[in-house]
T-cell receptor, first 109, second 108 residues
Framework: DTGVSQNPRHKITKRGQNVTFRCDPI?????LYWYRQTLGQGPEFLTY????????KSRLLSDRFSAERPKGSFSTLEIQRTEQGDSAMYLC???????FGPGTRLTVL | GQNIDQPTEMTATEGAIVQINCTYQ??????LFWYQQHAGEAPTFLSY????GLEEKGRFSSFLSRSKGYSYLLLKELQMKDSASYLC?????????FGTGTRLQVFP
């Protein structure tokens, strides 16, 4: 499969725990995006990378959130000290044409 | 500010035609995307318009008027599997800005 993949697909955690999600983009795509989507809303932009450089971060991305893309390949999104308000679907997209991965659904109890 | 408006919900009958409208006011514009999203799944790409006019792709067509800040998605010969949310998104300075989506229910 040459599409965008994300792991895990589902994550349930307790408030205060740290979580990390991974996104593997389509191999020839230089751009990688992270979005967050809550129920009944459209996705909201969080951050994006051009190769390994993080070019833009939304104000939604508090200091508890950090994203990396070492070597310009896969990317990780870490949330520290999770809060119930972090419960959402976290979506990764690849390239300027925005092909989305299947998402990681986070539930914070 | 950034504002993208689309109806919250629509209903239609199997075999019919439905038009989902989207109006936008954004600080920049590099194109408009339409996505389909089934419940619990990721958005899947339907269409991309950057120039004014109609783009047709099978049963789905998308129209753009940049001067009016307006787009629509036209779905023909509706099928039950078309029941989903339809997201309008403006591509603005290297990222997508989404509307809240239109939930379409198709009835037999």
């Amino acid at each position: 499969d040459t599409g965008v993949s994300q792991n895990p697909r589902h994550k349930i955690t307790k408030r205060g725990q740290n979580v990390t999600f991974r996104c593997d983009p389509i191999s020839e795509h230089n751009r990688l995006y992270w979005y967050r989507q809550t129920l009944g809303q459209g996705p909201e932009f969080l951050t994006y990378f051009q190769n390994e450089a993080q070019l833009e971060k939304s104000r939604l991305l508090s200091d508890r959130f950090s994203a990396e893309r070492p070597k310009g390949s896969f990317s990780t999104l870490e949330i520290q000290r999770t809060e119930q308000g972090d419960s959402a679907m976290y979506l990764c997209a690849s390239s300027s044409d925005q092909y989305f991965g299947p998402g990681t659904r986070l539930t914070v109890l | 500010g950034q504002n993208i408006d689309q109806p919250t919900e629509m209903t239609a009958t199997e075999g019919a035609i439905v038009q989902i409208n989207c109006t936008y006011q954004t600080s920049g514009f590099n194109g408009l995307f339409w996505y389909q999203q089934h419940a619990g799944e990721a958005p899947t790409f339907l269409s991309y318009n950057v120039l004014d006019g109609l783009e047709e792709k099978g049963r789905f067509s998308s129209f753009l008027s940049r001067s009016k800040g307006y787009s629509y998605l036209l779905l023909k010969e509706l099928q039950m599997k078309d029941s989903a949310s339809y997201l309008c998104a403006v591509y603005n300075t290297d990222k997508l800005i989404f509307g809240t989506g239109t939930r379409l229910q198709v009835f037999p």
